[in-house]
């Protein structure tokens, strides 16, 4: 697992092997992160259209969190997420 690309304070890309995982962060006052799983579209469409494309995504699931309530991802549980950022932010 490594990271990709981040946007401070936003949200973080990951990437293991095939798989690419974005995680959000949503709220105002109550902060919490949204995890998901991009699907093959999407790491397509990421492919074809880079960060922007991320970063549109971002947004999205920012603004309304809900409504990717069922793609929830438990990749936190199965990563060593936090040495993949700190060897991502070392490299910057």
Known sequence: MFVV???NWSWL???NQ???YLTVLCGGVAMFNVDIQ???TEIASYKSFGRGFIVELAK???FNPGAY???KS???NEFDLATAIKVWRESK
């Open 5 to 7: 690309d981040e946007e």
């Open 13 to 15: 890309l990951f990437q």
């Open 18 to 20: 095939n798989d690419m």
């Open 38 to 40: 991009l699907t093959q």
């Open 60 to 62: 999205s699931i920012a």
């Open 69 to 71: 309530s069922r793609r």
């Open 74 to 76: 438990s990749f936190r």
